[in-house]
């Protein structure tokens, strides 16, 4: 009796053991496939993230081709040409996987802007006989932007006490290095108090950071803009944009004269074409999507990426 009871034991501890066993083996196995799927996945990732960057690429030379071949039809710029063309959400072929045959093709979605339409923050500081100083035609312009944007105007002395120290000076013939790095995007400004997130975000409408003094495209000012620099009434300058219509101003004798400016009007702040244009674009590719922005620089036959980072 006491042996069957023995065997009946070992029997139920083998029992356990081989349940045990298989369920340790399922487990084991389960792990394998859970981090061979992963594995792939994480494999799938890249490869579309390394696409999707080529794609970017290829969206920037894009910007870069269209900006040289509108050179070449005249040096006016104006939201009539072909640069200024939305790009909707277009679906690209196997031309752009190098003939590779995808169950999802990429697809690409953007636009040019002209920088120079917006108020460039860099003009609020000039190198003066003394060093460094504010612009004051350019800083009384800004204070009105920032009223007519309902944001505090005391932005603007702000701004000016941060961006002073990014440029450099000439003492007793030698050149002094700028004592802080400058910014370079709009975003930078939230280093600078009073500068928060919700600021940074309507000013973007209408401001920019570029890395030079530049002129105002009379083409291509928004009203705001428009009316800080001219201290008009932003509903005066959507007439003045109204009137102006379909027909681009061709020089600045022709802006002046349509635009019926006055002699006090300081006709040395404008200008009819552009040099700098920003790329806004999106990239769908798989499961990445990335929503891009570049500033381009067009010098002569060249144009240049300034900078580059996604939103």
Request: hydrophobic share 45%; proline share 4%.
């Amino acid at each position: 009796m006491g042996r069957l009871m023995t065997r009946a034991s070992e029997r139920g501890a083998a029992i356990v053991s081989v349940i045990l066993v298989v369920a340790l083996v399922s487990s084991i196995v389960a792990s394998l496939f859970v981090r061979e799927h992963v594995a792939i996945r994480s494999v799938a990732n890249r490869q579309d993230l390394a696409q999707s960057r080529w794609i970017e690429r290829m969206a920037i030379d894009w910007g870069r081709f269209v900006l040289q071949a509108d050179l070449r039809l005249g040096a006016v710029d104006h939201h009539g040409e072909l640069w200024a063309t939305q790009v909707d959400e277009t679906v690209l072929d196997e031309t752009v996987t190098a003939g590779a045959r995808l169950e999802q093709l990429p697809r690409l979605r953007g636009r040019i802007f002209d920088a120079q339409g917006l108020f460039n923050l860099t003009n609020l500081v000039e190198a003066g006989a003394l060093g460094p100083q504010a612009s004051p035609v350019h800083l009384a312009a800004f204070r009105r932007l920032l009223g007519f944007l309902d944001l505090p105007e005391s932005l603007a002395d702000l701004a000016v006490a941060r961006l002073l120290p990014t440029l450099g000076r000439v003492v007793d013939g030698a050149s002094i290095p700028p004592e802080q790095p400058r910014l370079l995007r709009l975003t930078d400004l939230r280093e600078i108090r009073g500068f928060d997130e919700m600021t940074v975000r309507i000013l973007a409408d209408h401001a920019i950071l570029l890395p030079t003094r530049t002129l105002v495209n009379l083409n291509t000012a928004t009203p705001e803009v428009l009316a800080a620099y001219l201290d008009v009434d932003p509903a005066q300058a959507r007439q003045l944009i109204s009137e102006r219509g379909e027909s681009f101003y061709k020089d600045m004798p022709d802006a002046q004269a349509r635009m019926r400016l006055g002699e006090d009007v300081d006709m040395s702040l404008f200008s009819v074409s552009s040099d700098y244009f920003l790329v806004r674009g999106m990239v769908r590719f798989g499961r990445i999507e990335n929503e891009l922005m570049s500033l381009l620089h067009r010098s002569g036959n060249t144009v240049e990426v300034q900078w580059q980072y996604r939103l």
